[in-house]
């Protein structure tokens, strides 16, 4: 059994590897052809023109505020909800809280596009007065909609896995039910909630399905109410018909986006660290 473990743990390192190996080598050579410099800060994307350029910072720009506006929206309200269903909720109203966060988990990326191209567009353009509501703050909605299973399930285990006597010591010591809960079981559970933050950052900027129904997918530098493609929507809606060097600026757009993730990740990572040794 030993060794059927580490085998597994070893195929899981060796698809992390080789994925990152393929990144770099796909990638790579469009980076150098066209500038890493010109590539990351140009602002203009015209792959397919006589003159074609190749300037992803309207997707960078919109991949952060779209990730972004999605965490303001969405972790706060799916933290909040998992306290509530692992600490507070009665028994029958968590297990009809539980069996909905799990459908809403199951749903599927273009069913949550669909219903945000045919109502909540509509809608945003109606509020707003807008020309047309496929922009960026439609994208920021449903993302924030989407993220919620992934930060809710995620964070209601991590605070599951407090050990009671952390709570009954502070109910001991007089605290209430609220503040045992919020200053000691939301504490001891903070590193788990911060995975739940990463894994919803991680399904925030790699969507492509949903953002690309309700963005516009035009490749303008982003404005909470213009038309905006993300990084992922940019490889989603030209690869089919890339060749040459466009197919290979695709590429390098995908290792631009997984370079993100993982700064991210090391971030959040040290920055829990460095939280547990002030603990």
């Known amino acids: ?25 796909a990638g790579l ?31 960078i720009l919109t991949s952060f505020y779209g990730t972004f506006g999605a965490i303001v929206l969405g972790v706060p309200v799916g933290v909040l909800t998992a306290i509530y269903l692992a600490k507070m909720a009665p028994e029958g109203v968590r297990k009809v809280l539980r069996t909905a966060v799990d459908l809403l988990a199951g749903i599927p990326s273009v069913v949550y596009g669909l219903v945000g191209m045919m109502v909540l567009v509509p809608a945003v353009q109606k509020i707003f007065n807008l020309p ?51 200053k000691v079981s939301v504490h001891a559970a903070s590193s788990g909630i911060a995975s739940a933050v990463v894994m919803g950052i991680g399904r925030a900027i790699g969507e492509a399905m949903a953002v690309m129904m309700v963005s516009g997918n035009v490749a303008n530098m982003p404005g909470l109410f213009t038309s905006v493609r993300f990084l992922t929507t940019a490889v989603a809606s030209e690869m089919a018909y890339s060749s040459g060097l466009q197919r290979q600026a695709l590429f390098s757009i995908a290792l631009v986006l997984f370079g993100f993730v993982m700064v991210i990740n090391l971030i959040l990572n040290a920055l829990m660290k460095k939280g547990e040794r002030k603990a």
């Open 1 to 25: 059994m030993h060794g059927i473990f580490l085998f597994c743990g070893f195929t899981a390192v060796a698809f992390v590897l080789f994925l990152t190996g393929y990144l770099l080598i």
């Open 29 to 59: 050579p469009a980076i150098r052809k066209i500038g890493l410099i010109p590539f990351l800060t140009g602002i203009v994307w015209n792959s397919t023109g006589s003159d074609p350029q190749y300037g992803i910072a309207p997707f």
């Open 132 to 182: 047309h509501g496929a922009n960026l703050f439609s994208a920021i909605l449903v993302l924030a909609v989407m993220i919620l299973p992934t930060v809710i399930s995620v964070s209601e285990t991590a605070l599951r896995a407090v050990p009671k006597e952390y709570e009954e010591a502070s109910l001991a010591l007089g605290a209430t039910k609220t503040e045992t809960v919020m």
